[in-house]
């Protein structure tokens, strides 16, 4: 059982930047593949970023590319978004989700067997 909690929403402008951090419990966090999903009103959630256990691999939707990085830091149990030159578009619920480990990094929520409570990012114009 993996417990996650997510800090850093907040409101901010156009442009500004955001990092949001997932803090987990338990000592097996290298285990699981980790990965952050948004889900704005009246949209489904969607993939953001995921990252390997160990670090080495991360992938990112199209919509995010070049603009958020995620990374972890498993000494501390714990998973960021790196949110840069945000837009209005990426007003949203942010959620962080655990995966146990697998030969293949989930893109898909139900990939994913443990989520966090989430945390609002607005993005004002």
């Known amino acids: 059982q993996v417990q996650l909690v997510e800090s850093g929403g907040g409101l901010v402008q156009a442009g500004g930047s955001l990092r949001l951090s997932c803090a987990a419990s338990?000592?097996?966090?290298?285990?699981?593949?980790m990965g952050w999903f948004r889900q704005a009103p009246g949209k489904e959630r969607e993939f953001v970023a995921a990252?390997?256990?160990?670090?080495?691999?991360?992938y990112s939707a199209d919509s995010v590319k070049g603009r958020f990085t995620i990374s972890r830091d498993n000494a501390k149990n714990t998973v960021y978004l790196q949110m840069n030159s945000l837009k209005p578009e990426d007003t949203a619920v942010y959620y962080c989700?655990?995966?146990?480990?697998?030969?293949?990094?989930?893109?898909?929520?139900?990939?994913?067997?443990?989520w966090g409570q989430g945390t609002q990012v607005t993005v004002s114009s």
């Open positions: 989700a655990a995966q146990k480990l697998s030969l293949r990094v989930g893109l898909r929520s139900y990939d994913y067997d443990y």
């Open positions: 338990g000592r097996t966090f290298s285990s699981y593949i």
């Open positions: 990252i390997s256990g160990s670090g080495g691999r991360t």
